[in-house]
């Protein structure tokens, strides 16, 4: 079965700062997505970014970027220009097409004025 | 708009009670996933269906059962609620199942 593991259960970050989360996975398999999702105090999962293992090229939307390490097994989300409303919590998944989204625990990102 | 639809937002049963917790899609998705959420835990996979009257287990489907007699409803049955099933739980869509589209969960609290 597939791990996902956010080490760091709490971050903080300044305003107009970057913050990186952390993640790391395990599989065996070599075709597999990776996500970063947001939840916010509506509860609502909001899909912040998603990266395809084959693609060498991390990908990137707008503040918000990944660096995928495939042979680590890593998956970091880099924000940029921190704003108030990026307050919330970000979980990890991955998923292979055949057995549904795993997440990792999840950490609580906070933006500070 | 896209929408994942859960009939509750909160909820409180009592210990021994039958519960449903419904979900209803209008995206014609053929795909339909439940999680409940802890702190500490993230989101845990309990059943998932790839079509109408077809179930899987997901990581921890124990006390719970799945209903999907319709495509764009799938319920997700508490048989005797206890009080460690208190917890979030979401409701989640796909078509390809790669991107999934979450409803707005449901906050269960077993008494």
């Known amino acids: 079965a597939q791990t996902v593991t956010q080490s760091q259960p709490e971050m903080s970050v300044q305003e107009a700062e970057t913050v990186t989360l952390s993640c790391t996975y395990d599989?065996?398999?070599?075709?597999?997505?990776l996500f970063w999702y947001k939840q916010p105090p509506s509860r609502q999962m909001i899909l912040v970014i998603r990266?395809?293992?084959?693609?060498?090229q991390n990908a990137t939307e707008n503040r918000f970027s990944v660096n995928f390490q495939k042979a680590a097994k890593s998956f970091s989300l880099k924000i940029s220009d921190s704003q108030l409303g990026d307050t919330a919590m970000y979980f990890c998944?991955?998923?292979?097409?055949?057995?549904?989204?795993?997440f990792g625990a999840g950490t609580r990102l906070t933006v500070k004025p | 708009d896209v929408k994942v639809t859960q009939s509750s937002r909160y909820l409180v049963k009592r210990t021994g009670e039958k519960v449903f917790l419904e979900c209803v899609q209008d995206?014609?998705?053929?795909?339909m996933f439940w999680y409940r959420q802890d702190p500490g835990l993230g989101l845990r996979l309990i059943y998932f269906?790839?079509?109408?009257?077809?179930?899987e287990k997901g990581d921890i489907p124990e006390g719970y059962s799945v209903s999907r007699e319709k495509k764009e409803r799938f319920s997700l049955i508490l048989e005797s609620a206890s009080t460690n099933q208190t917890s979030m739980y979401l409701c989640?869509?796909?078509?390809?199942?790669?991107?999934?589209?979450f409803g707005s969960g449901t906050r269960l609290t077993v008494v």
């Open positions: 989640a869509s796909s078509r390809d199942r790669t991107l999934y589209t």
């Open positions: 599989t065996s398999e070599n075709n597999y997505y």
């Open positions: 990266q395809e293992a084959y693609k060498q």
């Open positions: 998944a991955f998923m292979n097409r055949f057995n549904g989204m795993r």
């Open positions: 995206m014609d998705h053929e795909n």
């Open positions: 269906s790839y079509d109408v009257k077809m179930k």
